[in-house]
């Protein structure tokens, strides 16, 4: 077996862990939940702003930092958001245990 392959049944195996059907299930549920929805899609505009504005060298207001932070106050709180971020935590720790075993096995 080639390593192509062997990557691509890693890969069937990753599609195939809990975390990844958590992950996959906490997008399902993030978009059914419009709520959740307007909370990140507020959330990156009002960063872009902010990013543009540091990128112009523009001042920025301590109304919008204010916003931001209590934007993401209602984020923190949202279920639906909670489970996504806890579901991508759990696949990212899963990526880096994978990515330490081939690591430790090429240093052999």
Do not use: C, W, Y
């Amino acid at each position: 077996m080639s390593v192509k392959e062997k990557a691509k049944d890693l890969a069937l195996s990753i599609k195939e862990s809990e975390e990844f059907r958590n992950l996959k299930s906490a997008e399902a549920r993030l978009s059914l939940d419009p709520g959740a929805q307007d909370l990140l899609l507020e959330l990156k505009q009002k960063q872009h702003r902010i990013l543009l504005a540091q990128q112009t060298g523009q001042q920025i207001q301590e109304a919008e930092i204010k916003a931001i932070e209590q934007l993401q106050t209602q984020l923190k709180l949202n279920t639906t958001l909670q489970a996504l971020q806890k579901a991508q935590g759990e696949l990212e720790k899963l990526m880096q245990e994978v990515n330490e075993t081939i690591a430790r096995e090429l240093a052999q």
